[in-house]
């Protein structure tokens, strides 16, 4: 069966006016437009809808029976095709699946999920693990919101850069490298651990020594940033992390932290989702608010927050 949905609100407009010339008056429509819309839904529902008693019409017993269910469906239709709806967080309920990696996820859980309950409790989180190799579940649908130190490759994956962290050097108190000045050689010269998922014994540190003649000795490589300050803290390893985001695990743990005796390059973080997601206002909620709060992470504490950051489309 072929069914015209305008004829549901043609149906609605019928049974709210009471009157052909009122139902074509409400929706712009003639009023022989609407007597035509008016045998079509007769045909249709096999009843007379609106039946003829003295100068006005009358509604029949089915039509006042489906009265309210009619009114219901083209408000939620309404609401369905409507390019502005209204986003309320009270009511919202659904699950967003984030996956940053370990560090951020540390630094910055903690105030995301208490802001989302504030805001709208209905409102669940799935911390996702980073995977150990490029995985498609952001394109997928799987993963809602990413992190990454790199911009996508793929045109549909939007993007927004959120700050840069600078580099710096952790190792456990009383360590050799915390007493005098950390030169270019001394650091070359220590034992080092990278933090690599991939198990990496090689980083930009290694490269940036490379072009100045020196090479470190890195004798292991960590999964996260957590394991490697759990290790730096119990050995004499030593480790180059992000700063601002590692910041509070390395206050916590009591690790002193050290400039890099070279130049590094900052490393920029950005969010990434799938465009399907451009246009979703939940999603542009989460967003904002998953960046407001990493950039508390990269504002000096007395500053003021600063402004959401432009969306880059990578393209």
């Not at 609605?12 to 009122?22: F, K, M």
């Not at 799935?126 to 993963?143: K, N």
């Not at 803290?233 to 743990?253: F, I, K, N």
């Amino acid at each position: 069966m072929q069914l015209d949905l305008n004829l549901l609100t043609a149906l609605d407009a019928l049974l709210e006016e009471g009157s052909v010339a009122g139902a074509a008056a409400r929706l712009h429509v003639t009023s022989p437009a609407m007597s035509r819309s008016l045998g079509r839904i007769r045909k249709a529902t096999g009843d007379q809808i609106l039946v003829r008693t003295g100068r006005s019409m009358v509604p029949t017993t089915r039509a006042l029976a489906m009265r309210t269910e009619v009114h219901a469906l083209v408000q939620q239709a309404h609401k369905l095709l409507s390019a502005q709806q209204e986003l309320d967080l009270a009511a919202l309920e659904r699950v967003f699946t984030v996956r940053w990696h370990d560090a951020l996820t540390a630094a910055c859980g903690t105030a995301l999920i208490t802001a989302v309950r504030r805001r709208a409790p209905g409102v669940r989180l799935r911390l996702s693990a980073e995977p150990g190799t490029d995985t498609p579940e952001l394109r997928r649908g799987e993963v809602d919101l990413e992190s990454s130190s790199g911009v996508p490759v793929f045109p549909d994956i939007r993007h927004r850069l959120v700050g840069t962290d600078r580099m710096v050097v952790a190792v456990r108190p009383g360590h050799p490298l915390a007493e005098g000045p950390l030169s270019l050689e001394r650091y070359a010269a220590a034992e080092h651990l990278t933090v690599s998922r991939r198990g990496r014994l090689r980083d930009q540190a290694d490269d940036a020594l490379a072009t100045l003649g020196l090479e470190r000795h890195v004798v292991a490589a960590g999964p996260t940033a957590a394991f490697a300050m759990q290790l730096a803290l119990g050995t004499d390893l030593v480790v180059t992390l992000p700063d601002a985001v590692t910041r509070a695990a390395r206050d916590q743990l009591g690790l002193v932290t050290l400039p890099v005796p070279l130049q590094l390059p900052d490393v920029p973080l950005y969010l990434l989702w799938h465009q399907r997601y451009n246009d979703d206002r939940a999603h542009t909620w989460l967003r904002d608010l998953a960046t407001e709060t990493v950039q508390a992470l990269f504002a000096p504490p007395a500053a003021s927050r600063q402004p959401l950051t432009t969306d880059r489309t990578g393209q």
